[in-house]
């Protein structure tokens, strides 16, 4: 059906006069299914029509007004321009000419100060490029005279729907920013603090990042902090997890293939690297990359150049690069694990996670942090913690971190049933109170003053009886005090090296293993071992 106007006075109309079959024909109301839903009034689609034909102008407003739009009317060049200054508007019907001016001009400019209006052109004058300038220049949409009612709503409400999805995805992406955003990562602990400084100066630079912790400690968060701070944040964020992917794939997965590389190769597959062009690839468990792998990762973190696989095109990015590890990657060096060259080359700027026990102040806020999340996920009114399930949490030693706090906290969420969670819902591990686990937290970071007291009354006999008062005997307070620590620090030093001993020999010295059931990092566990000379004890 052709939107046309009754004719209301036998001029000639000036502008781009719609064919008239029948003077008097008003449009047909649409039917209750077409209109847009009742809403009020400050809801309802705005809409900016724009044409100087007059008739035509004012019986388009009238039958937008009657499906549910609110409508405003420009019928020149300057009266557009004022009404999309005031950027009020989310859609925009342009004819292509006015008598003061250009409507593809017009378009141009709406394009430049307000990008996200979506524009439908409209002309009675169609030539065969009118429509592909249009678009060129930006228009959604392209009609042509006689506008017949339906493609005209029809093209409205493609026009808005997709406008209503690029809104979504600006509100998806802010959201996204704030998940992984440092104002995310919650934390009072002086090392964190530490890192986040030098996250800021670091953001920009082009320089590899290598982080360092145990599974759980937040090293992809911290990555992804990384990207969102730097120049890159509007480039892609590509994660890959090396120590999941086969041998033979990881090098296809990170570099891409061509077709006819191995088997099973029907066709062209762009790698990681590529992928991640003008943003950041993340890989994850890089200590277990394969020697051949770690050959072909020095060259393109130099040169920023690869081939893919079983190809012969070389191909530049423009990636930066973040490596993560819970291994000691100097102990893999010296052990001819992995290539030296490549760690000096990764490991421009080292960021280390402290474990989750040697962050106690931490926990009250990250699990007050994890609730509200639960209980906005889950619908649950839970308002905090008692006392004794911080203080049962705070002694735990949190093998699996922060990620294991996590998800603690959305299982007490579940099972809570008033709106305070106590200890009758936590783990049983975390409850129990075994003496392994304050033993294994027993460390620089959590040992207090009444397990010290406790370690060092029942180990009394580890005390050397001739320097308890120090060199120059009872009458040099100063001596006395100094030759006591010394004392206190060896005598903690053998129960210590006792308990490293009897896991390591139930482990058949397995160091990692170890490391994990006495809650500390391998590194930590390599430097005691070496410290309390276990290291030579050890079995080639």
């Known amino acids: 059906m052709l939107l046309d106007f009754p004719s209301k006075v036998p001029v000639p109309v000036v502008g781009f006069q719609l064919p008239i079959t029948n003077p008097s024909f008003h449009p047909e109301p649409p039917k209750s299914t077409d209109m847009v839903s009742p809403r009020n009034k400050s809801e309802l689609p705005r809409i900016l029509v724009a044409d100087d034909d007059r008739w035509l102008l004012e019986s388009m407003a009238d039958w937008l007004s009657g499906i549910g739009y609110q409508v405003q009317t420009a019928s020149n060049i300057e009266q557009a321009k004022k009404a999309c200054a005031t950027g009020k508007h ?121 982080i360092t912790g145990e599974n759980g400690t937040g090293k992809s968060m911290i990555a992804r902090a990384a990207h969102k701070k730097s120049s890159r944040r509007d480039g892609p964020f590509v994660e890959v997890a090396c120590g999941a992917l086969p041998d033979n794939l990881l090098e296809s997965e990170l570099f891409g293939h061509v077709t006819g590389a191995f088997t099973g190769a029907t066709s062209n597959k762009a790698g990681k690297f590529q992928l991640a062009h003008n943003g950041t690839l993340f890989l994850d468990e890089i200590g277990t990359a394969t020697p051949a792998l770690q050959v072909k990762l020095l060259r393109v973190l130099q040169e920023l150049q690869f081939e893919p696989l079983g190809g012969n095109e070389t191909i530049t990015v423009d990636t930066r690069t973040i490596l993560a590890t819970n291994e000691n990657l100097e102990l893999a060096v010296a052990e001819g694990r992995f290539r030296q060259d490549l760690f000096y080359r990764i490991n421009v700027i080292a960021i280390e996670l402290p474990a989750l026990r040697e962050r106690i102040d931490d926990i009250p806020l990250l699990a007050q942090h994890f609730l509200n999340r639960a209980c906005e996920e889950y619908q649950r009114s839970v308002d905090g913690f008692s006392p004794m399930a911080l203080r049962a949490m705070q002694q735990y030693r949190w093998p699996g971190n922060i990620r294991e706090l996590e998800n603690m906290v959305q299982r007490a969420v579940l099972l809570c049933k008033g709106r305070q969670i106590d200890c009758d819902v936590l783990p049983n591990a975390m409850t129990s109170g075994d003496a392994p686990q304050l033993f294994a937290s027993a460390n620089a970071a959590t040992l207090t003053t009444s397990n010290l007291r406790d370690v060092t009354s029942s180990n009394q006999n580890a005390f050397p009886q001739s320097n308890s008062l120090g060199a120059h005997g009872p009458g040099n307070q100063a001596s006395g005090n100094q030759g006591m620590i010394k004392s206190l620090s060896e005598a903690l030093e053998e129960p210590e090296r006792k308990i490293i001993l009897e896991v390591l020999r139930a482990n058949q010295w397995n160091r990692n293993v170890t490391a994990d059931q006495l809650g500390i990092n391998r590194t930590t566990l390599y430097k005691k071992m070496k410290k309390l000379g276990i290291d030579s004890l050890c079995p080639q």
Not at 126 to 133: I, K, N, S, Y
Not at 139 to 159: C, G, H, S, Y
């Open 90 to 210: 989310d859609l925009m019907l342009c004819d292509v000419r006015f008598e003061d001016g250009d409507g593809l001009a017009l378009l141009k400019r709406i394009r430049s100060k307000h990008p996200t209006l979506p524009v439908i052109m409209m002309t009675g004058y169609a030539g065969p490029d009118a429509a592909c300038e249009a678009i060129a220049a930006g228009a959604f949409d392209f009609l042509t005279k006689p506008i017949i009612d339906q493609e005209l709503q029809t093209a409205i409400e493609r026009a808005l729907h997709q406008q209503e999805i690029a809104e979504e995805n600006t509100r998806l992406k802010a959201q996204l920013d704030r998940k992984f955003g440092l104002e995310n990562i919650v934390s009072h602990d002086l090392r964190m603090l530490k890192i986040f400084d030098t996250l800021d100066s670091v953001a920009d630079a082009r320089a590899t990042i290598l």
